[in-house]
């Protein structure tokens, strides 16, 4: 596998990563939060811009501010920089043309380590994000999210692959549950496709029925899994403190 390294941290080698989202409303919340998601001590921090309210009143220039601050906050932690859309499951309602530039300012800025990219967005924004974050040496993470169920893991397959036929540097899925037997769907493709690809690969099944996937993904090919400290991100993520008690049993040998 070839491995992705942010700040120093690296997936693809050792443990799965715990990803620790930030949801605050503005900014000052922003940096408050992050002051307790840094105590906790996640791997990475991901930054949920399209929760910020002034990302969609003002735009670009008040992520960026929003952005500098929270850079500072997190000192060496690398920053996950994320706009999901509504289309999969987010606030952001936006233009492709919106889309792209609010992730442009964080990326000229240095604000950024990883960047989110919905890779199933318009073809065009979707080059253009790509190429605008290897330029600026940020590994693109590509992301698709299905919260009304879970595909056949030929289409899950399928997906994950297009995301590396992209030119994605790391390839994130997140399905919905309705049976057990849909949680074995993305464990099943998780591990199909780490062995057709070097990239480093974040799945999840969502939900309750969802968590095994969470604690135990590292064992099928994911290299990072998503923790919550105060509020989570999306439904069935576990708490900090637990999730790290149970990926050092889980890959204790």
Same mark, same amino acid.
Do not use: C
């Given at each position: ?71 500072e906050a997190l000192g060496d932690l690398p920053l996950l920089v994320t706009v !999901? ?128 996937? !969470? ?18 991100s999306a439904p069935g993520q576990v708490a900090i403190e637990a999730l790290r008690a149970t990926l050092d049993v889980v890959h204790a040998h």
């Open positions: 596998m070839t491995t992705v390294t942010a700040r120093g941290v690296t997936f693809g080698e050792g443990l799965p990563k715990v990803i620790v989202p930030l949801t605050s409303p503005n900014a000052d919340e922003l940096v408050a939060d992050a002051a307790t998601v840094v105590a906790a001590g996640p791997d990475v921090v991901e930054w949920r811009v399209d929760l910020l309210t002034a990302a969609t009143t003002d735009g670009p220039a008040a992520v960026l501010d929003a952005g500098l601050r929270l850079r !999901r859309t509504s289309d999969e499951g987010g606030a952001a309602t936006v233009t492709s043309e919106q889309y792209v530039d609010l992730y442009r300012g964080v990326l000229d800025a240095g604000v950024a380590d990883l960047i989110d990219v919905e890779i199933f967005r318009d073809a065009e924004a979707v080059r253009t994000l790509i190429d605008l974050a290897h330029a600026a040496s940020v590994p693109v993470v590509a992301s698709n999210h299905d919260f009304d169920g879970t595909p056949p893991q030929t289409e899950l397959e399928s997906r994950l692959m297009t995301m590396a036929e992209r030119g994605a540097d790391i390839l994130k899925i997140a399905v919905m549950p309705r049976t057990p037997g849909d949680v074995l769907e993305l464990l099943g493709a998780t591990w199909a496709v780490s062995q057709r690809t070097d990239q480093p690969l974040i799945t999840m099944s969502m939900a309750g029925q969802g968590v095994v996937s !969470r604690l135990a993904g590292g064992v099928f090919g994911s290299s990072a899994t998503f923790g919550a400290v105060g509020r989570p």
